[in-house]
């Protein structure tokens, strides 16, 4: 090929040039690129390189986005700073402006693709474990995601970028992947997709936050169960790469003069704090702990609430984009800045908040001073009427309650960053506080160093955070936004403390959002459950299970296709011994049926028929033989087409493929008048005859044994013993990512163990220590906004979760309402 | 129980304490003191007390270990300082003063506890692997290697604490388990035990360097291959509060005015690093990944060297305290201050060096100007005649072969540390250049930002620890060592760098000394081996399997306990059909075939016969029957007697626990002297023929069917198809700590795989990538200087390989030597 290339390269160029000596130059180095071009498709497969285009891919849209938002922001301000003279007008463009970037977020989100509203870190948690959730990976996500995103972060919501980050990073990775299968094979691996996807999702936090190390490890935190330390070096190569020419990128847009923090601290470095603040950074941290589980809580409460009020339900779903308006229009009027909005420092935006609060400047320092006006960001904080503390306290519970609401739109938005801003305002809190009581600092011997609010602005929204997201690496993310490390002590504690007590009281956002959505995924064994150890996969196990034995017929086979809608049968050895020789899929058993019952052998069977018949008729009538051949050729012509339409099609877990097969008799029937009619020479009689000679061959066909040469058998299923403790079977199944395991006891199976029992088992003992959600009913989001629509997001999840119960194992029939399933747990 | 203390207590007070009044008191103050003991009694069990507790011992292990540390490299000093009058009498004491410390730290070593001699990494990975290396956890091996350590570091060798300091933890941990066991049940469990461990290094490395995100993450990517998240918050707790008092404890002792970072640098935040200096940056991080395969390479080289030539090996195999203190003459007599040590800063220690790198001035502003000298540290650094630039090239050749010689010693060390003064003076060395090139600063527009050479120290230290070590997460150490985050992007892309050229030229030093060593550990498969998916296990596996079947009979199972030294014994069906039903325990097939031929059933035998005798006897003499039926009751008990010490002595996996029972024939005979000597009525000729009869019993019992009832079956063993790749065997190994698998085609067993075919695999697909390091020899350290000692650590690591290796599958014999090692693979 390369020869090939070459030569034609010479020809083309030899047209052109006459003089020798350009000729050959030009030769060399026609051979050099293509040279240069096998060399790189040969690189093209290897990890780094996808690693490096993932980076640079998700550096560019976080870059770009970040400017659309700021540009947005501006606008906003724009506008209001020039309505300055009508105070109405002000209004209504500072609410206007949100509402619309809204409703245009919900509304092109939910045409384009609704997968894309939320925050996609649960969606991910998911598909990690193993789950197949393909919508959620495609190119209309990933553009309802980017624009959505753009559109509702720069309304000025409380809204937070990390999550759909996440997402549109892992979009990044499957998008790239299916390009990058152009070039070579290995991008069709599974296992390595999903490590890629791993890779991703640290990248997205990377490059979001400009935090890699920190990214890895919330990615890691957030979405993994069992983490391979070999695969490590992806998310922190790629993580970096991104994280690096982010910030890149800022410096040649000359927004910044070198590479550094995005929320640069400046707090002293000689002595961050003292030992004696230590008690006040450990009270933020468990205060944050019980603020991060009635965050937790109150988002649910929020969507239970809107989806258990019938008449408000339906009002909504008729106007699907009305409660995002109404959401935005409530919070936008509260934080107007003339109004209500100059008790909550209204006019700043998140970054703006962020920096204020992170500012190394005491702001109650000898009770309002000159220098707490120098800052323009501050100096919001700053109210001739109200306090400090105040403003403070009112910024935190109004924003709390307005985060909680804000993140049920059904836009693409995330829940960390606007918890992250919540956690410092309580930490400036605590701060100021500990400033007003000791001004001159607490040591008492030697130099006196002042306290400084910032820090424990840091540190309060590392814990919130934490304790929202049940993390721990949100304190190494604190690290990289600020740019210091000095109060890694402090920070560390009080993340600890905060995810020690929020633990204990509620599941993380996450968590609680794959609930919410039912999505299929196995929740974790909490801290400590000891109870674990005492239940018994024999307890849990689903006893009645499907299978075939090495003497099953094709007819058993046939029923067991009609019966369940299951993934995988059990094969034993037979009835009596129940001995477990492996499991085999359905579709390698519907292809083994379609393939026995298949157009070559009805060919030669009704060939064989015919050649008897044949000889039969040229018995009885010479002359006509040919004719009659013909016509037989014909209608076996037609029978075999009739098969080809009820079986080839290939739809391997239809629920009911074989049916055709079964109703054979009415549409053949049907079927016999057209041949006749297109035939003039008709032989009914043979016909209806030869017809019934089919049936009776397929009867006799489904009575005989399977023979087994062909089967692709998995030998070695999973197998438990029932004895098993539920706890090392979560294990197991954590760490193997299974769907089911068979329960053998020497051998014979005796039951079936599938992700929905153990589920079920799970959150049953939890309901033990209070720890337990509410069966989540479906979420308003999705099904209050998105009623009118088939297409809509909860029904594509409940589809998804109906095929995966289903698809696990066969059992007791039950409607997948959600009211049952409350029942059931 | 609460309530009798009550009352024992408020009788003894009621003695003392007459006034009504005083006395409800009293009760009241007990009652409540054993209601919080109870309580505390009752947490004692809970995770966060016992990692509370580890870290606290830990910090407190540390600090004191510090402290000592300093203390002896100050004695050094002074001594030095003191005898400045005469060179000579100078030299001596620099020079005795290390050998004398070092040959006390390897004796005292090798004689309380060899296990404690080298780093301790590659042992606790080869532990948390799921390999049981008793040794290595007990009281003995802590005291030698806390003993140990101090003395080594308190030498003033290259040499590290942080490899010994995991595996102290570990030990603290263990010990610590033990302790705790007293109060209650749940530390018995295996897994947990485990997951303490995990904890405990991550502890080490965090109390080590006050580092415990840093040390949490090392620990992770240093010892496991699968990480469960569940398990991350346990080794984040425990780290952060031990770190929290180490530093604390500096506090209190005055060291320090608050808690700070151990090695503080002081680089200026606004403007960290230029843009254009990252590519200095990057060559440092390429550098130092050749560097780290170096000095991996370097280390093994001296170990197979000192072990290769036969005759220093038998010199010193004699003298064993030799081959330290020579290796401690030579470095300190390097390192002599007025000697060459002028040229290498030789009176500075790894702290001091350390600070003198991290320093945010330039060495060579204006070419050694004064403010060069303000610094007592720094000024080691300026020579008269030398250029600060040979001093620091000279500096890094020389520590770095001494470093690699010096962690060879047989003395608890680490290499960790010295690798990062030489990457620290790498970096160094490379900052100094760039600020002589550019001694502007490279940026030109604007103000000028002068290169910090501190910084390039930092990133050099991360870098060529990363690479020997192959972790990231030394930039995370390097982070909370310094407190100074603001080098985050050049110390992730240099670590990166680095780790990606060392591991592709060589193994981690703890991989490399685990293959020195020979510990059962599981190769990493390295990073995209794409052939791995070509190997399937069917091309490695062992088709020889030895089983047992559901006919079998006791000889069968005497037979297989005979030949192999297994661990389990796979189960079939029947030979033909050769379905695995599950695997039996060695231990299990034992007690089984014991209690088949036990004392009570050899009793009933005899009873049954001596009954039937009676009847015999009765009918021929009646008399006598009462003393016949005494005597065969006699001999009866002493028949029990031989069977009970030949067959109750608890040794369930011992090699060959039936032959007293077959020699059976032999040693009753032998036997049958004693009764007779004791009984006056010999009856010999009855006594004979009745055992005779026992023999046949016994034969006749050996014939008999296994009854199944009463066994212990793992019914699931752990199957692998005969087309499952090496690759996701290997995951699957990993996964699950497995030891062996069994290998089945439709249910049939035809193979078997463990521990030892999928290394052996493994290892020899990499010697195809250049990758595979030479057949490591037993260390010298090992059999050089321990020949004399049969405990020697050498031959315990090789019997714990053997038993290993044996216990895990019946296979072709194999003798053990190194030699056949070299072979095979």
Redesign the interface.
């Known amino acids: 090929i390369l020869h090939c290339k070459v030569e034609h390269a010479i020809k083309i160029y030899s047209i052109y040039t006459l003089n020798a000596c350009s000729w050959s130059c030009c030769a060399l180095f026609v051979v050099c690129a293509v040279h240069c071009q096998r060399f790189l498709m040969s690189r093209v497969g290897?990890?780094?390189i996808f690693l490096i285009l993932l980076g640079l891919v998700m550096a560019l849209v976080s870059f770009v986005m970040d400017f659309c938002i700021a540009l947005l922001l501006q606008a906003q301000k724009w506008m209001y700073g020039g309505l300055d003279s009508n105070v109405i007008l002000q209004y209504l463009a500072w609410v206007t402006y949100p509402v619309v970037l809204i409703s245009f977020s919900a509304g092109f989100t939910h045409i384009v693709a609704p997968q894309a509203a939320g925050s996609g870190i649960p969606e991910m948690k998911t598909i990690l474990r193993g789950v197949v959730l393909k919508e959620y990976l495609t190119l209309k996500t990933f553009v309802a995601k980017v624009v959505g995103l753009t559109c509702a972060l720069g309304s000025g919501l409380p809204l937070g970028k990390e999550g759909p980050f996440v997402h549109i990073a892992s979009l990044c990775a499957a998008l790239l992947c299916k390009f990058m299968s152009f070039f070579g094979g290995?991008y069709e691996n599974e296992s390595r997709n999903i490590e890629m996807l791993a890779a991703a999702c640290a990248v997205g936090v990377g490059c979001c936050f400009a935090a890699?190390?920190g990214g890895v490890?919330f990615s890691?935190?957030v979405t993994?169960?069992?983490?391979?330390?070999?695969n490590?070096?992806r998310g922190?190569?790629a993580a970096?790469f991104s994280?690096?020419i982010f910030?890149?990128l800022a410096?040649w847009n000359r927004d910044e003069?070198?590479?550094?923090?995005l929320f640069?601290t400046?707090f002293r470095?000689?002595?961050?704090?003292?030992?004696q603040e230590l008690p006040a950074f450990a009270v933020i941290g468990i205060a944050s702990g019980f603020g991060g589980a009635l965050f937790v809580y109150l988002n649910r409460l929020i969507v239970q609430f809107m989806r258990k009020q019938k008449t408000i339900n339906k009002f909504l779903m008729k106007k699907r984009l009305l409660y995002p308006a109404l959401v935005t229009l409530l919070i936008s009027t509260l934080s107007f800045p003339p109004g209500f909005g100059q008790f909550m420092a209204g006019q700043l935006t998140q970054k703006e908040t962020l920096v204020s609060f992170f500012d190394n400047r005491t702001w109650t320092k000898q009770g309002m001073t000159e220098d707490f006006n120098y800052d323009s960001h501050s100096a919001a904080w700053k109210h001739p009427q109200a306090n400090v503390f105040v403003i403070l306290v009112i910024f935190i519970v109004m924003k709390f309650w307005m985060s909680a609401l804000a993140t049920t739109l059904p836009v693409p938005c995330g829940a960390f960053m606007p918890v992250f801003v919540i956690g410092a305002a309580f930490g400036r809190l605590v701060g100021e506080s500990m400033a007003a009581w000791f001004p001159e600092g607490i040591?008492t011997d030697?130099i006196i160093y002042p306290i400084v609010p910032g820090g424990y602005a840091v540190v309060g929204a590392a814990a919130l955070s934490g304790a929202v997201t049940h993390t721990?690496s949100t304190?190494?993310i604190v690290?990289?936004l600020t740019?210091?490390?000095?109060h890694?002590?402090p920070i560390?504690?009080a993340v600890?403390l905060a995810?020690?007590v929020a633990q204990s009281l509620q599941p993380s956002i996450y968590d609680s959002i794959i609930r919410i959505k039912k999505l299929p995924y196995l929740p974790?064994?909490g801290?400590?459950h000891?109870e674990k150890y005492n239940i018994r996969v024999e307890d849990i196990m689903v006893r009645d299970v499907r299978y075939i034995t090495l003497n099953s017929t094709y007819r058993d086979l046939h029923e067991i296709l009609l019966i369940g809608n299951l993934k995988t049968v059990a094969l034993v050895?037979s009835a009596e011994s129940m001995?477990?020789?492996?499991s085999i899929e359905r579709a390698q058993l519907q292809a083994l049926l379609t393939q026995h019952l298949s157009r070559e052998r009805r060919l030669e069977f009704i060939r064989d028929r015919a050649d008897a018949e044949r000889k039969r008729v040229s018995v009885v009538s010479t002359p006509s033989s040919e004719e009659g051949g013909q016509k037989v050729n014909h209608e076996v012509r037609f029978q075999i087409s009739t098969e080809e339409s009820s079986f080839t099609p290939a739809r391997p877990i239809s629920p009911k493929p074989l049916k055709p097969a079964l109703k054979r008799t009415s549409t053949a029937e049907k079927n016999i008048e057209i041949p006749t009619s297109n035939i003039t020479h008709t032989h009914t009689f043979t016909y209806l005859w030869k017809h019934f000679k089919i049936e009776e061959w397929e009867e006799q066909q489904l009575d005989e044994q399977v023979n087994f040469n062909s089967w692709k058998?998995?030998?070695?299923p999973f197998?438990?013993?029932e004895r098993t403790s539920l706890h090392k079977t979560h294990?197991?199944f954590s760490?193997?990512g299974l769907d089911h395991a068979y329960v053998?006891?020497?051998?014979r199976l005796i039951g079936v163990v599938s992700l929905r029992e153990l589920r079920k088992a799970i959150e049953g003992s939890m309901t033990v220590k209070g720890v337990k959600v509410r069966p989540p009913l479906a979420s308003f989001r999705d099904s209050g906004t998105s009623g009118t629509s088939s297409e809509s997001e909860a029904t594509e999840l409940h589809k998804l979760w109906d095929r995966h119960t289903s698809i696990s194992i066969p059992r007791e029939h039950q409607p997948n309402t959600s009211d049952s399933d409350e029942k059931s747990q």
Do not use: C
Not at 257 to 261: K, W, Y
Not at 483 to 486: C, E, H, K, N, R
Not at 713 to 716: F, G, L
Not at 744 to 747: H, L, P, R
């Open positions: 290897e990890d780094w290995i890699p190390i490890l890691i935190e993994s169960t069992f983490f391979a330390v070999r490590y070096w922190f190569f970096t994280a690096f910030r890149v410096v003069e070198t590479i550094t923090a640069k400046r470095l000689d002595f961050p704090f003292d030992l040591n030697g721990v304190a190494v690290f990289e740019g210091q490390i000095s890694i002590l560390m504690i600890i995810n020690a974790e064994l801290w400590g000891h050895e001995i477990l020789l492996g058998i998995d030998p070695a197998q438990l013993v294990t197991i760490l193997l053998t006891s020497i051998g």
